[in-house]
């Protein structure tokens, strides 16, 4: 009897937090897991059914839409969690998690059936303020026949080309506010990052969850809306080999 086909599929979450299931290994990304964030509100909850069997979580950097501590507590202290060196300490001190395993770029981890290589990011290392400080990663997850790259919080990088070609690439394209600051992508970037990638599939992330309280008083701002347009728009024009597929939060696909 012929056995069925390996099962691969992306639920984005919300946000950095993004579903990886790789023939039922079930990885989390950057999990951001509350309705509110000191000053920021959640646009939509949070799927319950998608934190449930989850194998490990892989953090990116340090900073707090990425680390969140009080997010890790809710998925329990047996969660195993993958992090930069240096991320350490303040997981198993801060939110009590007893497995933590520090990646620096290039080193790889088997959970699994999948591997998991961490890769370099161009972001910033801190946690401010004055906190730890661990050089941000992105991951390649391979298994069930794809790869599946995951970016953290990146700039774009020369050396994205070495990690291609990728079967989906969930690339950030905006953030929590109107502007976004050095160390990220915007739809524009994030395309050029798909061509890098020689992404079959490109899917965005990073946008259309949090936003400022103050800036929804009157109505959902524009920028929780708007930039997938956008993204599709700029792969058409500089990756048009690239499929894109944008989820909304909750939403899922097979790749």
């Not at 395993?101 to 946690?127: C, K, Q, S, W, Y």
């Amino acid at each position: 009897m012929t056995a069925p086909p390996p099962h691969a599929s992306i639920e984005y979450v919300g946000h950095a937090t993004v579903l990886v299931d790789l023939d039922g290994v079930r990885l989390l990304t950057d999990p951001l897991l509350r309705n509110r964030v000191a000053h920021l509100r959640r646009a939509g909850k949070v799927d319950a059914a998608a934190l449930r069997g989850v194998d490990a979580v892989l953090i990116s950097h340090l900073h707090y839409d990425h680390l969140d501590l009080p997010s890790l507590q809710r998925l329990g202290r047996e969660m195993p969690v993958v992090a930069p060196h240096g991320a350490g300490a303040l997981i198993r001190r801060q939110a009590g998690v007893k497995s933590v395993v520090e990646m620096r770029a290039g080193d790889e981890i088997r959970i699994g059936g999948v591997t998991v290589l961490a890769t370099r990011a161009e972001h910033d290392a801190g946690r401010m303020p004055l906190g730890a400080r661990a050089e941000p990663l992105g991951y390649v997850i391979d298994g069930a026949g794809r790869t599946v790259y995951f970016a953290g919080d990146t700039d774009v990088f020369a050396e994205m080309a070495d990690l291609g070609p990728v079967d989906a690439a969930l690339l950030p394209i905006w953030g929590w506010g109107p502007t976004m600051g050095p160390g990220h992508m915007d739809p524009g970037r994030a395309a050029e990052a798909a061509a890098l990638l020689r992404a079959r599939l490109a899917i965005p992330i990073h946008w259309g969850t949090y936003y400022p309280i103050h800036l929804g008083l009157a109505g959902p701002p524009a920028f929780l809306t708007t930039p997938p347009a956008l993204f599709e728009q700029a792969v058409s024009e500089r990756s048009p080999a690239t499929e894109v597929r944008v989820l909304r939060p909750g939403e899922r696909c097979a790749i």
